[in-house]
């Protein structure tokens, strides 16, 4: 799984290079420009990836739920340099063969910033992204927690280019390294996109979002939640569609199944948001 994750990072920077200027995750917001969106998701899952990577029924005969909202927000602070938050209220439920637990509350708190390194027609858009997580005010050793507990740090690179005018679409890669705090393992972590706009107003948008655990924390329970292990590898594959329905506002749906991995839960998440940014 790791060869395939690292052919298709190369098979993307192949693909993304004969491209010419967009919109993705690599780019900066203007000055005082912001983006927002906000999302109601509902994850489920009955299935994990045991230690082999393997795909089958959890063990206790465990259904977990999460349905969430999430603000996420980006705000240019200079044309080079946007701010990131978000932040997530969570609503969870387990019920297995032992107990049925429910948490609810406010989650981790992401904040970050992105500075763009290089910004040409020929060569594309280069980035790097710091991101911190700082545990949001559960307690961690919930009956079903809504998170580590812990604080995490990220260092990311982005690049992307755009195939305008071949095409109206963009092409994005992303590679980076997090930090966990106490217990977790640190991860490597990488991200493949692309996007095109399929109409004046309606756009599609297909990304393979993966962590990689380096294997360097403990092996200890998630305490209830199956999200929350400590080492563990995942690819999830997220498949949007959008509708602008004026230069500001905008809706979207998103399908979000986690297609391989490692010590942790296999389910899918489905995403309905409310998107705004300045026309």
Partial sequence: MKLFVLRSLLAALLLTATATAGFAGAWTAKKHAFYEKFAFNYYYSEDTFDKTGSRHRASDNGKF???????????GLLDNLTLINSLTYKWLYNDNDLIISKGYGVGDVDLGARYKLLDSERIGIVSTQLLVKIPGPYDRNDPLPLGNGQVDVEVRLLYGRSFYPFLPAYGNVEVGFRWRNEAPSDEFRYLIEFGADITKELYGRIKLDGTM????????????????TNN???????????YKITPAWGVEVSYRPDIYGQNTAAGANYSLALTCKTP
């Avoid at 739920?65 to 705000?75: A, G, K, L, P, Q």
């Avoid at 655990?213 to 929350?228: E, F, V, Y």
């Avoid at 563990?232 to 959008?242: S, T």
């Fill in 65 to 75: 739920t999460d349905y969430d909202i999430n603000n996420y927000f980006e705000y």
């Fill in 213 to 228: 655990s380096l294997d360097n924390g403990n092996h200890l329970g998630a305490g209830g939640n199956p999200t929350t």
């Fill in 232 to 242: 563990f590898d995942l690819g999830k594959l997220d498949i949007a569609m959008g």
